[in-house]
């Protein structure tokens, strides 16, 4: 993996943390439960089953999230993000910091990891939450 992509799947994970997002590891799926920095590169916690946490350290393990299109929105989640786009453009109160959130907590992928390879796409047949 590349040194930016690495990069950019550990600020995609530290975003989508208290978002409950899934991940596929080795051993199996599982929540994201904690990310560590160490002296050897970053560490992540997972939740592989419930009396299970395991560790992955990023230079010997394969993570990726299970993350939405933003194709598969839906219609209601499509009015709650052109919500905040409005507000944004005319009220000044919402951020990008909100339309992200927003994303984040929908699981979707809005910086295409998905067509990296950093991520898996969820749909009908795969579909982990």
Known sequence: MKKEDKLLLLKELCMRLPYGVICSTPKGN????????????????????????????????????????????????KKIYDDILTKMYYDEKSTLGDISDYLNSIHVDYRGLIERGLAIAVNENNNPY
């Open 30 to 77: 599982g929540h994201l439960c904690s990310i560590n920095q160490t002296i050897f590169g970053n560490e992540y916690g997972v939740n592989i089953e419930a009396t299970m946490r395991d560790y992955f350290d990023d230079n010997k393990c394969d993570i990726k999230p299970y993350l939405r299109p933003m194709s598969s929105m839906t219609e209601e989640e």
